[in-house]
């Protein structure tokens, strides 16, 4: 047998499954912009997304936050270098920390929730049934599930982004004897703009992924349980990958010198 026909069919089998996600991609991506549209289902989405994430994505951030300032703390105090902690924390909160992980934990969440939801459509036959009925599945379940992932995630980071700095606040104060006045100043005097704007644009692109691959993975699972906890799996850990590849491409785009 030819030894380099299993490589073969494995790249034959990758080339195929990255041109029918960037075709279920572009899809999704036509229907979000074309009518008709489902305001009713775009707002129960983004309520889902939005509104029931975030007690996970708070207390995730103030963990952070606190663990962060106590940290920097901890190394900086070596080179007396203390007064370094609110810039420290507030742009590593803003830039990375804040969308990486509010995204992860989204999905976690959302990503396991969207793939059980229209896998478990798709093995009862309930996709077929909305293209019987003259109801386009992609303008049905795909696009206001983009649409709410690529609104509600920036949201959710400022909310990160607000508490995680808040829990830096607390134990740079409480703990480790800061001037609330001072660190506060100093927290503001150093944060930019571009600081912020790179972490929302991070937390639309997040979004779209998560929404792109839990609709994606969900779509085309196979029949019974077992396929839709595959698909299930395959969506979180996938958009998972996807968030931290697409963080360093986008950190490479707004700060590379």
């Not at 549209?37 to 707002?43: E, M, N, V």
């Not at 969308?99 to 929730?113: D, E, H, N």
């Not at 696009?143 to 606040?169: F, K, N």
């Not at 692109?205 to 839990?214: D, N, Y």
Request: hydrophobic share 55%.
């Amino acid at each position: 047998m030819n030894p380099l026909a299993p490589v073969g069919r494995a790249t034959l089998s990758l080339f195929e499954a990255i041109g029918r996600l960037l075709l279920f991609a572009a899809l999704g991506l036509s229907h979000c912009v074309r009518p008709p549209f489902y305001p009713r289902l775009i707002w129960r989405q983004m309520i889902e997304i939005g509104f029931y994430s975030l007690p996970v994505v708070g207390l995730t951030a103030i963990f952070t936050g606190m663990v962060l300032a106590l940290q920097s703390y901890t190394g900086f105090a070596r080179f007396s270098a203390e007064s370094a902690i609110p810039s420290v924390v507030v742009v590593s909160i803003t830039r990375e920390l804040g969308p990486v992980l509010a995204s992860l934990m989204v999905a976690g969440r959302i990503g396991a929730a969207m793939a059980a939801e229209i896998g478990t459509m798709r093995v009862t036959e309930q996709v077929d049934a909305l293209t019987t009925l003259s109801t386009n599945p992609y303008k049905y379940l795909v696009a206001p599930r983009l649409i709410a992932g690529v609104t509600m995630l920036p949201i959710l980071v400022i909310v990160a982004d607000t508490i995680g700095v808040l829990g830096g606040y607390l134990i740079a104060t409480f703990k480790l004897g800061f001037n609330p006045e001072l660190y506060i100043s100093n927290t503001i005097n150093f944060l930019q703009v571009i600081d912020v704007v790179s972490g929302l644009v991070k937390a639309a692109v997040f979004g779209f992924l998560i929404a792109l691959m839990g609709c994606y993975h969900g779509y085309y699972s196979k029949r019974g349980a077992q396929g839709v906890g595959a698909a299930t799996t395959n969506a979180v850990a996938s958009a998972m990958a996807l968030i931290l590849i697409f963080n360093y491409v986008i950190t490479e785009l707004f700060f590379s010198r």
